[in-house]
């Protein structure tokens, strides 16, 4: 079983019709990737060319059961082959691609918190992502992604593969073909992963938003976690918060400030300065709260040595001292590393300054107060945390033309990236042969070729059921939407 949780999934591409938002001659334009043409046989009784696309790479992105299909920005991405196979429907043989027709791939990332408004985003490409089709083929190599995951919200990306007709005056391209890859987790540089897991298990504990329902849940201490080992239900008291911090069977305890402070009031409380914070709303108190401690954490610079005093913090935490000595130093242990530059720790009240209030007013209406509005912005707040938490990481790549480990440009061997399957060979597609279509082109003289050419763009279409535009060897027909 173990072996065959580690192959992985099949690389399908699918297709794509939904909008893209990207710039062009920087300008921000969306594209419809729904196909607007299709091809036809100029006779209208003849049956219409067979068209097939084939999407092949030299080798496997990364696979991992925990990150999916991912990669890192500083790779050149594996060499990707693109073949529009035409046959004639009657002979199957190899027809000519049609002129300006071009293969465009993107790296895109989808909007999702947008119901209404669905749709892809070009967050850009390093290298040449633009080929025009010769002999219905075209090959990308050397490209690279231009931003990671951890820049975008920790959203994964797609590939994006265009096959369009646009001619120099055409504003938006006539869009054959449009399929869109499986989601991309793309990093920065090799130790981004790993810096990543350590900062999720510090956060996700300490500072990061915790889920509202921690809040009415009902938490037990059990010490050998075993079910039928003696339970000890916890209650907000000073002895409820040392069984909930010291609980072996709790693994993910939640060490955030505002849930200590709501879940254990009686005995814990969270103070914020009225003197730097004078807008006392909840909801602008939490987003303070959550964004100061979100970049503290983040940061690399000792939390320890800020040389501030509890009149300089923005919040402050206070804890019950317990008058046992073991349970004060446990307590205290657990906590002490949510002490940052905006939020301090204190276990008597003597040492609160007096320009700090308490954020529930001290009642238990002013706790459930406070509960209802975290149930409101928890959302807000999580996203929030991840914008602030990727762009402290990586600051240093907005602008960059070459993460540090680039060194010079990467074309990795098959020994020197993993990949999830062997080499795929590419052959070249066979030069398609003389038919009854390209014949009859060649017959005509470049004058008459000229005005075909032309026809597709200037030429009106005939009044019939299937308004056709004469190309190569073929007509192509707009798909009226």
């Known amino acids: 079983m173990s072996a065959q949780q580690n192959i992985p999934p099949k690389w399908d591409w699918i297709p794509c019709n939904y909008n893209l938002k990207t710039e062009v001659k920087k300008k921000v334009v969306v594209w419809n990737l729904q196909p607007a043409i299709v091809l036809t046989n100029p006779n209208e ?56 027709l071009y293969a465009h791939i993107f790296a895109v990332k989808a909007v999702i918190d947008q119901p209404d408004n669905f749709h892809l985003v070009d967050v850009g490409i390093r290298g040449t992502s633009k080929l025009e089709l010769v002999n219905g083929q075209a090959f990308f190599q050397a490209i690279k992604f231009f931003s990671t995951s951890y820049n975008n919200e920790g959203v994964k990306f797609h590939l994006v593969l265009c096959i369009y007709i646009m001619n120099e005056d055409d504003d938006v391209p006539k869009i054959l073909n449009a399929t869109i890859s499986p989601p991309i987790f793309v990093d920065s540089r090799k130790s981004a992963r790993d810096s990543q897991i350590m900062l999720e298990k510090k956060m996700s504990s300490f500072v990061e938003p915790f889920l509202p329902e921690n809040l009415d849940r009902a938490f037990i201490k059990r010490e050998n976690k075993k079910k039928n080992d003696t ?52 909801e602008q108190l939490l987003e303070q709260l959550q964004k100061k401690l979100t970049k503290e954490h983040c940061s690399n610079k000792p939390l320890n040595s800020t040389g501030s005093t509890l009149d300089d913090k923005f919040f402050i935490l206070y804890v019950e001292e317990s008058p046992d000595n073991f349970k004060h130093k446990k ?105 009854k279509y390209n014949k009859k082109q060649a017959n005509n003289d470049s004058e008459e070729e000229s005005e075909e050419d032309n026809a597709y763009q200037e030429k009106p279409a005939p009044k019939t059921n299937k308004p056709v535009f004469t190309s190569f060897f073929f007509f192509v027909k707009q798909i009226n939407t």
């Open 231 to 282: 339970e000890i239900k916890i209650f907000n008291t000073l002895d409820g918060l040392f069984n909930y911090l010291t609980a072996p069977n709790i693994r993910h305890k939640v060490k955030h400030p505002l849930f200590l402070a709501l879940k254990f009031s009686y005995c814990v409380k969270l103070f914020y300065n009225n003197q730097i914070l004078q807008q006392n709303k909840n």
């Open 331 to 435: 307590i205290n242990e657990a906590i002490e590393s949510l002490a940052c530059p905006s939020l301090g720790i204190i276990f008597s009240l003597n040492r609160l300054p007096p320009i700090f209030d308490d954020i529930t007013g001290g009642t238990q209406e002013g706790v459930n107060e406070m509960i209802s509005t975290y149930r409101k912005c928890y959302s807000n707040l999580l996203a929030a945390a991840k914008m602030i938490r990727s762009s402290e990481i990586y600051e240093d790549e907005d602008g960059e033309s070459m993460s540090e480990d680039d060194g010079e440009q990467e074309s990795f061997s098959e020994d020197e990236v993993p990949s999830s399957q062997p080499v795929k060979k590419i052959k070249p597609n066979p030069p398609a042969r003389e038919t």
């Open 45 to 100: 009784e003849g049956p219409d060319p067979h068209v097939k696309l084939y999407i092949d790479t030299e080798k496997s992105l990364q696979y991992t059961d925990e990150l999916g299909w991912n990669w890192h920005k500083s790779w050149n991405l594996p060499n990707i082959s693109v073949r529009l196979e035409i046959k004639d429907a009657q002979t199957n043989e190899s027809l000519l691609s049609p002129k300006n």
